[in-house]
């Protein structure tokens, strides 16, 4: 996705509600910097409900992150406003990208158009420079080399996220963004999914953030753990995992949770 008139950094000062006050600030940048001192939304009976307050921290260039948070604390809201998709907020945003980021985002809903093959689904995406781009090697990555021309109809939830998946990182995004991308699908489906996102990642790494619930979820993807409070939410602290991932075996895998676990005792996360 590639935002109209989007920077790689910019920022929000307006009222609430005034997005005609919000400016943008030009500037190259390799990191993600999320400083977002406030954002509410108005409630129907007129109040307002304060969703994140002095929420602050940054992604590392190439970094893959995770954010984990309880329910309702405002993780969708914080990527809509990295989007773009939101501007009223009190605060800044920097993304990565030279001038303007091109930014790949994933979905809990596949959101392919219908009358579309998922080949036609990822070649829109694309920008110009690289439109004729042979999509071979993503395809086959993910194992949708034989699916290229099916329709969505045809697709199972888990082949539908793939071709989101596909789609996302055919753009070469300078950030990919992922809502919860392996949600309602079976253990092994989304562990099959998981294995397949680390792969095309890896092979073209990219500034990478996700939201989750699930905490080896996290574990086994992230380089670091954004872990946020409640609402008013802001960061509660960060789990960074400095082990290359083909270290990362079960019990690896069990000891990092351990850790995580003594570090942010009281954090309900799943599993
Ligand atoms: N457009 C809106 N208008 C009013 N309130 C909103 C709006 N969008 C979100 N909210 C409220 O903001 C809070 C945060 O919502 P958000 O969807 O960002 O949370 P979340 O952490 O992604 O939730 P979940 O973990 O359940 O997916 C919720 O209380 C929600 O009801």
């Not at 390799?30 to 509410?40: D, G, M, P, T, Y």
């Not at 083909?246 to 069990?254: D, G, K, T, W």
Request: hydrophobic letters at 40%; charged letters at 25%.
């Amino acid at each position: 996705m590639r935002l109209p008139s989007s920077r790689s950094c910019f920022s929000s000062n307006s009222s609430w509600y005034n997005p005609l006050n919000a400016h943008q600030l030009a500037g190259a940048a390799a990191r993600l910097k999320v400083n977002i001192e406030e954002k509410s939304f108005r409630t129907s009976d007129g109040g307002t409900i304060e969703v994140l307050r002095d929420l602050n921290f940054e992604v590392g260039e190439n970094e893959f992150a995770c954010v984990l948070g309880p329910s309702g604390c405002g993780k969708t809201t914080m990527l809509r406003i990295l989007l773009g998709l939101d501007r009223e907020f009190r605060g800044s945003v920097q993304l990565p990208g030279k001038v303007e980021a091109r930014m790949g985002a994933v979905f809990q809903e596949p959101l392919l158009l219908p009358w579309r093959t998922v080949e036609q689904n990822v070649r829109l995406a694309l920008p110009t420079h690289l439109r004729d781009t042979s999509l071979d090697q993503l395809f086959a990555s993910l194992g949708l080399a034989k699916m290229r021309g099916f329709y969505p109809s045809e697709l199972s939830l888990g082949l539908a996220r793939r071709a989101a998946i596909a789609r996302a990182l055919a753009i070469e995004p300078d950030i990919l963004l992922l809502d919860e991308p392996f949600v309602s699908l079976d253990a092994s489906t989304a562990q099959q999914l998981r294995h397949l996102l680390l792969g095309v990642w890896s092979d073209r790494p990219t500034t990478a953030l996700m939201v989750t619930h699930n905490l080896q979820e996290a574990i086994m993807l992230s380089d670091r753990i954004v872990v946020l409070s409640d609402r008013p939410t802001h960061v509660l602290g960060t789990f960074d995992i400095r082990l290359p991932r083909n270290y990362r075996n079960e019990q690896v895998n069990a000891d990092l949770l351990r850790a995580f676990r003594e570090k942010f005792a009281g954090i309900r996360t799943e599993p």
